[in-house]
């Protein structure tokens, strides 16, 4: 019998995309035979509200010293949190006394090398040891670890109580997220603020972005389930601010309750959720008949482009191309390759399709017909930059909101 995460009520899910390999698990020709695969099922939880894998593979399978995920792949995103550094520190620190910021799954470093650069106090939480090796090379204090409340306590005696608390993109990952809640409660002052983003359910439902649900994703949250888990450490959500990021993520700022005023975007954002019945199960089972449809006209598309003799391949090989491609049945039948721009993928093969990821150089040289852009949640710096591709008569292929060729 399978429970919830978070309120350990029973849980059945409304669908499964089928058996999958490690969405970041990018493999070598010798590691086929013992790659690992898992069931890919979303469930959602109608007594707290919160959508969740059933299966997930352990944390060490998915976070390790071959991480293939580093932040600082896009300008964009770099940007971004240039940004929101910028914001904590002028919103939230501005009048605290040799503040001390704390970010979990902090990767390469790409938000704490901006408080490093203005020697503020801060401590990077990373277990994968190839990206916080990134992170300690730009002078970012980082801790190679998981997070729980044990290491909260550690940091709490090695370096007090924290102002900030953040994390990017990283919460959604965390399968023991209860625990997390009260680690982060020990550790952040009862002034303190917890401020995280992650993809948003309400824009998976809306775009049938299904390719947000992969392994590491063990929760797709809304600003109703975010309410619901962190009330039971002391924390509201004060704010909750849309994103453009991943294709529509949101950012929500907790507090200790009742100690700041409640943001009306909460209430709006709450409201909205009613209107997208993102608290009924007809929805996922909308969700679910929306998926099949995409899945049957994605595959048909790329059967057809490849019977009229067309070179077809992948743009960027995203955690979520894993879900796409093999719950689609997607084979390199259809895709000759998939560039990106990570050097740790380049030389290895997608997760479970096993189509060979190359350099981006490969698609940059030699123009294919069709590119199936994997990377849809960056698809202005992409078409930005690849301006000749379109100009040569090349063509995009996207999935999210439809599929279509553009
Ligand atoms: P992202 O959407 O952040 O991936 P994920 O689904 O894993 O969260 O995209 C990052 C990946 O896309 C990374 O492998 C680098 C690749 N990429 C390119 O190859 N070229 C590009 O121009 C961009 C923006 C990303």
């Known amino acids: ?163 900030i608390i953040t994390a990017s993109n990283v919460m959604c990952h965390l399968p023991n997220l209860l625990d997390i809640a009260e680690g982060i409660a020990l550790l952040l002052k009862p002034t303190g603020y917890l401020i995280f983003e992650d993809p948003y359910l309400g824009d998976v439902i809306e775009k049938t972005s299904y390719d947000q649900i992969y392994d590491e994703h063990v929760f797709l949250f809304s600003v109703n389930s975010v309410a619901n888990t962190f009330s039971k450490v002391g924390l509201e959500i004060i704010d909750a601010i849309c994103q453009p990021t991943h294709g529509g993520s949101m950012r929500y700022i907790l507090a200790t309750k009742g100690k700041n005023p409640i943001h009306h975007r909460v209430t709006s954002q709450l409201h909205y959720e009613e209107t997208l019945k993102l608290q009924e199960i007809n929805t996922y089972l909308n969700f679910k008949k929306n998926c099949e449809h995409s899945k049957e006209q994605l595959l048909s598309l790329l059967d057809n482009l490849i019977a009229e003799n067309h070179k077809v391949v992948g743009y960027a090989a995203t955690s979520k191309s894993t879900t796409v491609i093999n719950y689609c049945n997607i084979t390199t039948k259809h895709l000759q390759y998939i560039c990106d721009t990570t050097p740790i993928k380049q030389g290895k093969f997608s997760p479970g399709a096993h189509i060979p990821i190359t350099a981006y150089e490969t698609f940059a040289n030699n123009y294919p017909d069709y590119a199936v852009l994997f990377a849809w949640n960056h698809a202005k710096e992409i078409f930005a930059k690849e301006q000749n591709y379109n100009q040569q008569g090349g063509k995009w292929l996207t999935f999210v909101p439809n599929v279509k060729i553009l």
């Open 1 to 163: 019998m399978n429970h919830c995460r978070i309120c350990h009520k029973q849980l059945s899910p409304f669908m499964s995309f089928g058996k999958m390999p490690i969405a970041n698990g990018f493999l070598t020709q010798q590691d086929f035979a013992k790659e690992q695969f898992f069931e890919l099922a979303p469930a959602f939880c109608n007594n707290c509200q919160m959508l969740q894998i059933i299966e997930q593979p352990a944390p060490e399978a998915m976070f390790h010293e071959n991480y293939a995920f580093f932040s600082q792949t896009s300008a964009h995103m770099t940007k971004h949190f240039a940004t929101l550094a910028n914001q904590i520190q002028t919103d939230y620190l501005s009048t605290t006394r040799n503040p001390f910021i704390v970010e979990l799954g902090s990767n390469d470093g790409i938000l704490l090398q901006h408080f490093a650069k203005a020697n503020i106090r801060h401590l990077g939480i990373e277990p994968s040891a190839n990206v916080a090796k990134v992170a300690q090379q730009h002078g970012v204090n980082t801790l190679t670890t998981f997070f729980t409340t044990k290491v909260a306590e550690q940091i709490l005696n090695t370096y007090g109580a924290a102002d």
